[in-house]
């Protein structure tokens, strides 16, 4: 059974940085590409960063390129997310994502809040 469980979210101010952690049980980075998304109330969960399956390449979306670091450490199954410099655009709730073809995993998310 595929389980994704989210945490380190918070409220920061603006050029500040938080840990985000996402652990994982149920199936390996082999077969499943995993990531983060975003959602903010009235508008549609956007990407933010994935690990691919295939060669571990790792993607980012613009709006995060060169100030979020996506990772992962196979020897405790969890997912990082590093986030610097964060905007008041950062603020979100952001998710953990799991996917292998059409299959596709959620965590329950957690808030991020970026304000001064």
């Known amino acids: 059974q595929v389980q994704l469980v989210e945490s380190g979210g918070g409220s920061v101010q603006p050029g500040g940085s938080l840990r985000l952690s996402c652990a994982f049980s149920?199936?390996?980075?082999?077969?499943?590409?995993i990531g983060w998304f975003r959602q903010v109330p009235g508008k549609e969960r956007e990407g933010v960063s994935c690990i691919e399956s295939s060669d571990g390449s790792t993607h980012y979306s613009d709006s995060v390129k060169g100030r979020f670091t996506i990772s992962s450490d196979n020897a405790k199954n969890t997912l990082y997310l590093q986030t610097n410099s964060l905007k008041p655009e950062d603020t979100a709730v952001y998710y953990c994502n799991a996917r292998s073809g059409l299959l596709y995993y959620w965590g329950q998310g957690t808030q991020v809040t970026v304000s001064s």
């Open positions: 149920g199936f390996t980075l082999d077969d499943y590409a």
